[in-house]
């Protein structure tokens, strides 16, 4: 190894430090919710303002289809960040769906455009019922980057300016995943503790309210919350 290259070497290792959190709790330890975000707030240490982030594990069993856990909650505070929608939707209700703030609006013309380009500028995707089976053609597009709607999370409706709305001021949807596991996210670091509070309840109540009737046994295992680049606080589960 040349001179050069031991120096580049050594010099990557510098400024590498790792933060000690054991005087702010314990990674073993589960907390009520007020101090488990109290103790977020203290160990959050980036620049930006982080997202809180919540993780379910559930005693379901994923490959089962009556066991899926998924729904749509509109959290009371929001989540600190606009998402962009598109509305998939019938030329009369174009106006109705601008005005309600979705950011790509359109039928026949948008779903070319998608096929086309391959493009999914957007976090949510809403439809009409009448233009589902139009969507078939870029199904495999939005369905391998989670953006189908579906009627389990109210992205398929007849009244599509009220949903992108309801979007827009913060209702999320939630889906475990093949692992058991929900994770949702319910506001940013700089919220007050107790709109963090209000949205975590709202969410817990609605995870509750999605237990599958063919579910057997412990539903809510276990409850952690972190954010954006955070180790992770557990949850007492209430």
């Known amino acids: 190894m040349t001179k050069e290259k031991t ?4 010099t990557k290792k510098v400024g590498v430090k790792k933060i000690d959190y054991t005087t702010i709790y314990s990674k073993d330890k589960t907390y009520p919710i007020e101090e488990a975000l109290e103790i977020l707030k203290k160990i959050t240490k980036t620049k930006f303002d982080a997202s809180v982030e919540v993780h379910f594990r559930l005693g379901i069993d994923p490959k089962k289809g009556d066991q899926q856990v998924r729904g749509a909650v509109s959290l009371p505070h929001g989540i600190g960040k606009t998402i962009k929608v598109a509305a998939f939707i019938s030329p009369e209700n174009e106006k109705a769906v601008k005005a309600s703030g979705a950011d790509f609006v359109g039928g026949d013309d948008l779903i070319a455009e998608i ?11 809403i439809a009409e019922p009448a233009l589902m089976k139009n ?3 870029i199904a495999k597009i939005l369905g391998t980057r989670g953006l189908m709607p579906s009627p389990k999370n ?10 992108v709305e309801e979007l827009k001021k913060g209702k999320i949807s939630f889906k475990n995943d093949d692992t058991c596991n929900v994770h949702a996210v319910v506001g940013k670091v700089s919220f007050d503790t107790n709109k963090l509070l209000e949205n975590y309840q709202t969410l817990l109540d609605n995870i509750k309210k999605s237990k599958p009737s063919s579910s057997k046994g412990t539903f809510l295992k276990n409850i952690s919350i972190s954010s954006s680049m955070s180790p992770g606080v557990k949850v007492v589960v209430s």
């Open 135 to 137: 969507l078939a053609v």
């Open 154 to 163: 109210d992205t398929v409706t007849t009244n599509p300016a009220k949903a």
């Open 7 to 10: 120096v580049k070497k050594e």
């Open 115 to 125: 096929k086309k380009t391959e493009k999914t500028d957007f976090q949510v995707a």
